[in-house]
């Protein structure tokens, strides 16, 4: 056990904090003060997005104040530091505050670009990077019409459904010729844009922005070296990132040409008391923009301090994402830029899925791989890339449908080293460690590793290994719904039957443990609606609900949705199907009549809900819940009065 020492953190974003986390569960006796420029502790800037689709900022929460203060963390926020002094060993804040270090950690993360282009100071030209930011621009969109998103990249598209949420005409501008240049191959970014494009979003590549000035029809204008021009009335900045360096710069520390605080393996700057992780650090001549690396440069320094042998040695960036709703997945060397790559390609307009994998000249090794439309196989393709796995003898089966069974890569067939979750480093080796120390459920196994409390990208491995290691040491498969209750589906129904339970606390308090899930909470939804009928947006059961059943409409393919009022045995008077009829041409919706005898209205935007039931609720009906899986509508004839 080394002696006391005072561990200083610039940065409480995602990397800073799991570096605290780590320290503190290292027990090293350090004192650590944590300085975060940010008025609140670390938060999922993964899931920043979530937040326009009906999550509370709170929700994103990785830490509290009460956290830090149980941990013995000297924490301050909203002040951001803004000098070091390397000789004294201290580091002084905005507001003057001078704390001393014995070692000092910069995770000061990175800031969002913005081009310099004249005009992009107005009010109305925001950032998309923080949760002040998405304030900013929910207050920007009330009475707006138009939207920008500058940036074709990962933030710029979630970002463009964030204004697309939010009811605005959305665009996005690209200064490359296509969408996700870095992960995505030519065939995969014109899927992407295809499949982006068919959601409502317009799509704008190698677009070159000239200057931004007041609009005629909207509050601006955007001008292109082309001679086009865009009106909008307001624009979101998310056209990449740079490292938040300025410190290193400015008190000596070595940055790279185009940015980044230099670090060498031990993540140790060119001060060997300062270390540097995160999206902040120049590695190799690489920043690592991805929350993974980071994690992994943070859990280097703790194992430096406490004086083991680790070394980072950078990090795979392969990624898996839903982008408005579009499955996308890359792996490697996406683009076959290897000497020798062989290609294998697989792209269906039809299904709108593109699938292309790169193998080395032998065909023995996967390199990289691209996905847009169905990551089905993205989880089999990591693990022969990250694992160097032989490929099969006709690899282009792995992705081919009509090219037979595909050989599958079952998780007995991983080494031990294979990585189950990316985002903390868990390997299968780990989980099997965890089954043999006692864990018996993917919730022990998730409480002892953190697999899958990252992104979740690796939830089905993770059971899918879980369920196999157990049954290879002669162990039932734990059949729970899932971890919050050791219970089936059905062993569920009939609990809350037998004992009328009536709300999904009351199911906890009783027979589960936890706050639930996104399995668990719509699986007791629709037991409590099947008994006993009560409104599901009642408040008691309304934070259960799908997105379905929370907006009563159907999403569609596109984003949009379908509106099915009820239309009992079919039988109708002409003042609703009038009503119907001033609905649908209100709105501008598709009208089709059903099988089941009623009339459905495609097309609604998320933002027209509210007002498209208002008026159908005051005509007279109610939702026809037309997404259950259950009995949905009783067909009848006219009877004896008419036939």
């Not at 994690?295 to 004086?307: D, G, H, K, S, T």
């Not at 979740?456 to 162990?475: F, P, Q, T, Y």
């Amino acid at each position: 056990m080394v002696s006391q020492r005072s561990i200083v953190v610039v940065g409480n974003g995602m990397v800073g904090h799991h570096f605290v986390a780590t320290l503190v569960k290292a027990e090293l006796g350090d004192a650590i003060t944590v300085i975060g420029e940010e008025p609140r502790p670390a938060y999922d800037r993964v899931h920043l997005s979530d937040v326009f689709a009906g999550r509370e900022p709170a929700d994103l929460a990785l830490t509290t104040r009460e956290t830090y203060d149980e941990w013995g963390v000297e924490a301050h926020f909203g002040d951001p530091v803004v000098a070091i002094e390397r000789d004294a060993h201290a580091v002084v804040t905005a507001a003057g505050r001078r704390f001393t270090y014995d070692k000092l950690v910069l995770a000061t993360g990175s800031y969002p670009f913005v081009p310099p282009v004249p005009g992009a100071e107005h009010e109305r030209c925001l950032t998309y990077r923080t949760i002040d930011d998405l304030g900013e621009i929910r207050a920007k969109a009330q009475g707006s019409n138009v939207g920008v998103v500058v940036g074709g990249g990962l933030l710029g598209l979630e970002c463009a459904n964030a204004l697309r949420n939010l009811g605005l005409e959305t665009h996005v501008v690209e200064f490359a010729s296509g969408l996700m240049g870095v992960q995505l191959d030519d065939g995969g970014s014109k899927m992407l844009r295809r499949k982006v494009e068919a959601l409502g979003v317009r799509v704008h590549t190698s677009r070159n922005t000239q200057d931004i000035t007041a609009g005629d029809d909207c509050a601006l204008k955007m001008s292109f070296a082309d001679g086009e021009f865009l009106e909008t009335d307001m624009i979101v900045f998310s056209a990449g990132i740079r490292p938040r360096d300025n410190l290193a710069r400015e008190f000596g520390l070595e940055v790279g040409e185009r940015g980044g605080i230099v670090v060498d393996y031990k993540c140790k700057t060119t001060d060997s008391d300062i270390y540097c992780i995160g999206e902040s650090a120049l590695f190799g001549g690489r920043i690592y923009g991805l929350v993974a690396p980071g994690y992994r440069m943070a859990e280097v320094v703790v194992q430096q301090l406490a004086l083991e042998e680790a070394q980072f040695t950078g990090a795979d960036m392969s990624t898996k994402l839903k982008l408005l709703g579009v499955d996308v997945g890359s792996i490697g060397d996406a683009h076959g830029r290897a000497e020798g790559a062989v290609s294998f390609v697989f792209s269906d307009e039809r299904e709108e899925v593109y699938k292309r994998i790169v193998t080395s000249a032998d065909g023995k090794r996967l390199l990289g791989a691209v996905l847009v439309g169905d990551c089905e196989s993205y989880d089999t393709l990591l693990q022969y890339h990250l694992n160097a796995i032989e490929l099969p003898p006709e690899p282009e089966r792995l992705i081919v449908p009509a090219a037979g069974e595909v050989p599958l890569l079952g998780v007995g067939a991983l080494p031990a080293t294979a990585t189950i979750c990316s985002c903390h480093n868990v390997t299968k080796g780990a989980v099997v460690g965890a089954i043999d120390s006692g864990c018996c459920t993917v919730g022990d196994v998730k409480g002892e590793t953190k697999a899958s409390t990252g992104c979740g990208g690796c939830a089905a491995m993770l059971k899918n290994l879980v369920d196999d290691e157990l049954a290879a040491r002669g162990m039932e498969v734990d059949t729970s719904i899932c971890e919050h209750f050791p219970h089936t589906r059905q062993e569920l129904y009939h609990m809350a039957r037998v004992g009328e339970i009536k709300s999904f606390q009351a199911m906890l308090d009783n027979h589960g443990t936890g706050r639930g899930c996104d399995i668990c909470k719509p699986a007791v939804a629709s037991i409590l609606a099947s008994l006993w009928n009560e409104h599901v947006l009642a408040p008691a059961h309304v934070g259960l609900q799908d997105t379905n059943d929370t907006f009563m409409a159907n999403m569609q393919k596109d984003g949009t949705y379908s509106v099915v009022p009820r239309v009992a045995g079919g039988e109708i008077t002409p003042e609703k199907l009038i009503a119907l009829g001033a609905v649908a041409k209100k709105y501008g919706l598709y009208t089709k009549i059903t099988g089941g005898q009623r009339v459905d209205l495609f097309g609604a935007r998320l933002n027209q809900l509210p007002h498209i039931w208002r008026e159908l609720v005051d005509a007279g009906f109610e939702t026809g819940h037309a997404y259950g899986k259950a009995l949905r509508t009783v067909k009848s004839c006219v009877g004896s009065t008419w036939c």
